[in-house]
């Protein structure tokens, strides 16, 4: 399995793969060696890829919990506080 899945007929980009082409965009805006119009769209592309993964990021977040254990010995689920935890 290649981790993307076909949604409508378009395969959904990975979280991962968009993060590699995200760096491979920045090192080419980086070199200055684009016109004008292709770093434009270079950077147009980069800011869809970045809210793709802001989105993907806040959507990990949203799921990521921690088990307490309670005084009975069961388990719940709680929210992780990722500022307050190192």
Partial sequence: MTGRRSTR???EKSFEAALAKLEEIV???EEGELSLEEALKK???GV???RFCTQKL???EEKVNKLIK???GKFKTVP???EGEE
């Fill in 43 to 45: 950077f147009e592309e």
């Fill in 70 to 72: 309670t005084a009975e």
């Fill in 9 to 11: 007929g378009r395969k």
């Fill in 58 to 60: 806040t959507q990990a």
């Fill in 27 to 29: 090192f080419e805006l």
């Fill in 80 to 82: 992780v506080d990722l």
């Fill in 48 to 50: 869809e890829l970045s």
